[in-house]
């Protein structure tokens, strides 16, 4: 098995500081993570874990370490990783494939409209210079960017997009900076979405008005799975097609990136 060194800090004082202290070793931006852990009995000795991720693959791992060392000193332990086939979002599968956020888990083989084969013959090229980091949906027409602006304090700038012609609200925004993604941040109590540039984030990404995109409306008849709003559901059962695709389209990820 592999083996992996861990070292821990635990943060007993402000989190800006310490990100402060090491930031010149790192090779890249600070990113802060939700993980969450499952443990399981191991008759064999060793420890199964099953973690999850914010925005990644769930994974099994199964790992031994000698935990009587000093904690003064970092512990060797040897690991083995089985990745979980099923993701809740197309954020942690990272790509986007429109036959496949058309199903509500993922497994659907034949385009059931339209607009899902519109997408596939579409041509898509996100702009280059977009900054932005997240998007905002569910913004209430009656949001301005002053009232986002004092929602999300901690942005650098924030677009609230407009129609051209009435220059009424479409109802999201992108936004550009770092805010707390643990937080639930409301507009007179109404619930604002806040999610991935998925532009940037997801490979193969098409856009609703070119027949993908995520969530919207049962009655608009094109639901799109995948986003945080409408994840997929776990699927009963995975046939040796539908487990091939996946693989497929994750191999096409790969090459792109």
Known sequence: ?????????????????????????????????????????????????????????????????????????????????APIMYRKTCFQWGFYDPQMAGSIDGTDLIPHDRAIIRAYKSKYKPPNNFSSTLFIGHIPPSCTEDDLKQIFPTATH?????????????????????IDRKKEYKFNGHLLLIEDVASKKLSGWKPRRCGGGLGGKKESGQLRFGGSQRSFKQPYYLNENIKQRWKYLEKQCDKKQ
Do not use: H, W
């Not at 890249?28 to 499952?38: A, E, F, I, K, N």
């Not at 790992?63 to 083995?80: F, G, H, I, M, W």
């Not at 924030?158 to 925004?173: C, F, M, N, Q």
């Open 158 to 178: 924030i677009d609230l997009i407009r129609d051209i012609v009435t220059r009424e609200s479409k109802g999201y925004a992108f936004l550009t900076g770092q």
């Open 1 to 81: 098995m592999p083996r992996n060194i861990e070292i821990k800090a635990r943060i007993d004082s402000n989190l800006n500081d310490l990100i402060e202290r090491v930031r010149p070793f790192a090779d890249g931006p600070p990113r802060q993570l939700t993980q969450s852990d499952t443990f399981f009995n191991c008759p064999t000795g060793g420890r199964l874990k099953l973690r999850v991720e914010q925005d990644s693959p769930a994974q099994l791992i199964y790992y031994e370490r000698n935990d009587t060392a000093s904690l003064s000193t970092p512990k060797l332990s040897t690991y083995s990783i």
